[in-house]
């Protein structure tokens, strides 16, 4: 599929107040378990993604030019324009993680319960695949695919008070995302879109990636990190061959 | 609210201050989303770095229970800058008006102060008035009894160094704040406040809400779109139900509550309303006796309204906060309460000094509990450390159905009241609240019939026809408050039928030929049809400019959105600012918003609702002083007060018996009580959502990594706190979102623990609700329990064991 046809997310997180609307409206939505989950010094929780928990707002204290900032990362799949998982995937089992014609979502299906599990994390380079033991299925975000197909918006962004989510086609996703950093970058001049070139969840940080979450951008590579010849940024970049 | 949520988005500085807006009114954010986006500045004030810090510009920390000293610095600095809006306050407020001779402030004391009964004499604070009682003034505020001196004199020792030794916030930091809020003193720059609990729940609650309505009102903010004095209520009727009068001093509609001491209706009316000479002032409450009658017709229609009237209770000639919450938890404690209803609450949990509660609950013959599940309050018999055999409360559960499973109206921040249908049927045997009030009625009824009983009047002739196939009718008691024709009238060449609505407040009658539940929702449900049901967004350009949508729900009063509009005009009904206009005179009529009162420009003084017509700088009808002071918290780390040598308010609500910590070396920290976005209340309904206990389980205390080292804890350890009347066992979060202040040269600690969980929650829990810890102290005017503050020790858990 071209780079600009489809569906992304543009999630503006100098907005989010970290409220969880999204956290609680993915779970309400796909009818998701909550855990017995204890306080572990945090508001995250539960402290990590997990198979029947496909967005979690995580929660870091930093120091940014010596003042406190509270900053809230929404995390969920980036549904990578060239999914690094599928094509890990398709190598064991074709057609276990497909990726949807119309809107580029990257679909996880019955037959990821045959796949190697570590395998298919280890591919991800933002580390989003988890699985699910009560089926043992892999699990993660899939942009709310029935939602989207049936002309609604993702739960996620449905619930969102704050217009940091927003969901639409690629092309003006990616042209309000712009305008946005523009605007952004006059206060905080660091500020970028992470991955906005691979991926279709395209995030707004205000300060430094490695200040939200160490997956926020794609792993550079180091040596434990690489799968095979390649970097895991390298496989994620990597086009296959088309024509025309 | 003056204002509503939509507003917010209209400002050019939002202040937020006793209010975590992001975490509790979540969707508040919507709309300070858009103001920042415009460019506005967003300010907090809290003692705690919170997720509404995260998204301001400004945050500022301050030390818990110190508002008064931040605001009185505030207008020392508005006041010596010169930087209020001069013509607003010499038109719109009492800042011109001459206070009389017997007024005085000294020692911390205002005059007129018995200490025997800890009450002031509120006469002594007067104005000087003519002869026909009208206040004199000086419009130049130059003569030194006028109120703008009398401030400058009272305010002058809220000088910067006191107020940053008290308050704990740096100097840098309070000077940014009072520049850039006091920049909104120009007439076109908005600037709006928004507060919540962190403002109400102190001993001086009322009086830190005036301060901030002094502060807009020196700086022109009331009246205008972007600013106003924006209480975010947190419950999502709260409004509704303070408006039907759940509280212990008024009936619906803020009408005055009936005193034993005035012998008759007429003595209550006279009592009630306010007189003045002023032909400028509207005084909109000489109406009165026009909503009295109409409420005494709407409770009892086939009686005369004045009967009618001998038939309500009436309150003791007392304080009235003795008829608050803690006063009445503490007369249960001293067994004076055979029964109780326990409706929509959970004392045991939610309630100040929860321990005091639930032993007061076990004193009790019986108690009825009604709630939607069980919690900490119905099931206070086997709670921890109770045994039930030594309980002989006989507690009844009935079970009430949900928002979702009823129709009615929801009356929100911003005072719109908004109709919903249900969405759900009544799940198993429960019942809405109407149903079981009303079958409780009956049988009451019934009994008093047969057997008959003391004061039977009152029961016997209420009338309850709000039923619809045997069942509560919410669209029947709608009706009721907004008011019916009970005879055929005619007002203004208009003829009216017996049994039509009223089209509003202004046709109801003194004299029993209108019935009417609550004179400020009349408009609400008239002969054109339920207006809260509307869902229109139809607008004029006038009212698109700033977000107003008349045709969407119906916002009391008379349908108008933003409170004193008439004051964000000049006497020829300009706009102050005409980009953001409220409302403007075009020559022959009011466009944009409902305008307080249709009177052509200049005709009427601004704030209706008050007496003489003017803004009160000055307040001469609280209780415990015209002007805001600051007192300590009733437990604080200090020994006395570096204002005055008073150490708390005078006049506040508490009991004698109860010890207080007061720079105790037992409870060396400060605490202070707040909630969570992800739990409701005190999560009777929310800690059992599956979902939402998943993100935020337990309770947990918030405190500085200094105060952690110090006590050798580490983040996720499991702390104790203790106060004076209790202790809880929590999950420690150690944060650098609280500092350590620096308060009078010392160092002071505070910590934060949220209210919202209780033994109840889960399986094998050690955790115990955080208002075990807090204070039975309150405010005089009101009775709201100071639960923003209060002293506790903080220790480590022994591992394995609990306290
Ligand atoms: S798009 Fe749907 S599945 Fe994905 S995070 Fe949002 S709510 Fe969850
Ligand atoms: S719903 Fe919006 S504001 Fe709330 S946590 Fe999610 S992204 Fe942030």
Known sequence: MSENKGKTFFIDQTRCTACRGCQAACKQWKKLAADETVNTGSYQNPPDLNGHTFKLVRFNEVEVDGKLKWVFFPEQCRHCLEPPCKMMADAFIPGAIIQDEATGAVLYTEKTKDLDYQTIREACPYDIPRKEESTGLLTKCNMCIDRVRAGMLPACVKTCPTYTMHFGDRDEMLAIARARLAEVQKKSPAALLADSDLVRVLYLCEVHPSHYHHHMVADAGSAGDRIGPFSRRALLAMRPLRTG | ?803
């Open chain 2, 1 to 803: 609210m003056t204002n509503h949520w939509i507003d917010l988005k209209n400002s050019d500085v939002l202040l937020i201050m006793g209010s975590n807006a992001a975490e509790n009114h979540p969707i508040s954010f919507k709309w300070v989303t858009r103001a920042q986006q415009r460019g506005a500045t967003l300010i907090h004030v809290d003692p705690r770095f919170t997720r509404t810090s995260a998204k301001a510009d400004i945050y500022a920390p301050i030390r818990s229970g110190t508002d008064i000293v931040f605001f009185g610095g505030l207008i020392k600095h508005i006041l010596d800058n010169e930087l209020y809006f001069k013509q607003y306050v010499v038109d719109y407020t009492n800042a011109s008006y001459l206070v009389g001779p017997d007024y005085d402030f000294k020692d911390g004391l205002f005059s007129g102060f018995n200490p025997e009964t800890a009450s002031y004499d509120r006469k002594k604070w007067n104005f000087v008035t003519d002869d026909k009682g009208v206040s004199l003034k000086d419009p130049t505020l130059k003569d030194p009894r006028c109120v703008l001196q009398v401030m400058r004199r009272h305010y002058a020792r809220y000088d910067l160094k006191t107020v940053v030794d008290v308050t704990g916030m740096p100097e840098a930091k309070v000077l940014e704040v009072w520049n850039s809020f006091a920049a909104t003193g120009k007439p076109d720059r908005a600037g709006t406040i928004l507060y919540a609990m962190g403002q109400c729940q102190h001993t001086v609650g009322v009086q830190n809400i005036r301060a901030l309505s002094m502060i807009q009102m020196l700086l022109g903010n009331i009246g205008i779109a972007g600013g106003g004095v924006n209480a975010l209520r947190g419950e999502s009727n709260v409004q509704g139900t303070t408006d039907i009068a759940l509280l212990c001093d008024n009936l619906p509609g803020y009408l005055p509550i009936p005193r034993a001491i005035w012998a008759d209706y007429d003595a209550y009316v006279k009592a009630g309303t306010p007189v003045t000479n002023d032909p400028q002032s509207a005084n909109w409450w000489s109406n009165l006796d026009k909503y009295a009658a109409s409420l005494m017709k709407a409770m009892y229609p086939a009686a005369d309204h004045k009967t009618a009237y001998t038939w309500l209770p009436k309150i003791d000639d007392t304080k009235v906060v003795e008829y608050s919450w803690l006063s009445l938890f503490e007369r249960m404690y001293n067994g004076g309460f055979k029964g109780a209803f326990v409706w929509g609450q959970n004392p045991c949990a939610g309630g100040a000094n929860a321990g005091k509660n639930r032993k007061a609950l076990a004193k009790l013959d019986w108690m009825v509990v009604v709630n939607l599940f069980e919690n900490e309050s119905s099931l206070f018999w086997k709670g921890p450390g109770v045994n039930p055999k030594d309980v002989k409360t006989e507690v009844f559960f009935l079970p009430a159905s949900m928002n979702v499973e009823k129709d009615g109206s929801v009356a929100n921040s911003g005072r719109w009241l908004q109709w919903r249908e249900k969405g759900a049927k009544f799940m198993g045997d429960s019942l809405s609240d109407g149903d079981i009030v009303i079958r409780l009625f009956e049988e009451v009824r019934k009994l008093y019939k047969a057997e008959g009983g003391k004061h039977p009047e009152p029961i016997l002739n209420l009338d309850t026809a709000y039923l619809k196939d045997g069942m509560y009718d919410a669209s029947a008691l709608a009706k009721r408050l907004n008011g019916t024709f009970l005879k055929d009238v005619t007002i203004a060449d208009k003829q009216w039928k017996a049994g039509q609505q009223v089209p509003g407040f202004a046709a109801l009658q003194a004299d029993g030929s209108t019935a009417c539940g609550c004179w400020i929702f009349s408009g609400s449900y008239t002969e054109q049809g339920n207006m809260m049901a509307r869902r229109d967004r139809a607008q004029t350009p006038e009212q698109a400019a700033i977000g107003l949508f008349p045709n969407w729900s119906y916002a009391w009063p008379a349908n108008r959105r933003i409170l004193y509009n008439r004051a964000g005009v000049d006497q020829a009904g300009k706009p102050f600012d005409p980009k953001r206009a409220v409302i403007a005179w075009n020559g022959e009529k009011w466009v944009g918003d409902v305008p307080d009162g249709g009177w052509k420009p200049g005709e009427k003084l601004p704030f209706i609702m008050v007496r003489e017509g003017r803004g009160q700088l000055y307040g001469p009808g609280r209780v415990d002083g015209p002007l805001p002071e600051h007192y300590e918290p009733f437990e604080s780390p200090l020994a006395g007060n570096p204002l005055s040598p008073q150490r708390v308010n005078p006049t506040a609500l508490h009991f004698a018996h109860e010890e207080k910590a007061v720079r105790d070396p037992r409870f060396p920290y400060v605490c202070t009580t707040y909630r969570v976005t992800e739990q409701w209340q005190s999560g009777a309904m929310t800690r059992k959502t599956a979902w939402l206990k998943e993100m935020q389980p337990d309770g947990f205390c918030e405190m500085s990594r200094e105060l952690a080292a110090k006590l050798g804890v580490k983040n996720g350890e499991q702390v104790v706190l203790e106060s004076v009347r209790g202790k809880v066992q929590v999950v420690a979060i150690v944060t650098p979102r609280i500092k350590p202040f620096t308060v009078m040269g010392e160092t002071v600690h505070q910590v934060g623990i949220p209210w919202q969980f209780g033994w109840g929650q889960k399986k094998n829990a050690t955790f115990d609700s955080a208002n075990l810890l807090s204070p039975s102290v309150g405010d005089p005017n009101t009775g709201i329990p100071e639960t923003k503050v209060f002293m506790v020790n903080v220790r480590k858990a022994q591992p394995g064991k609990q306290g």
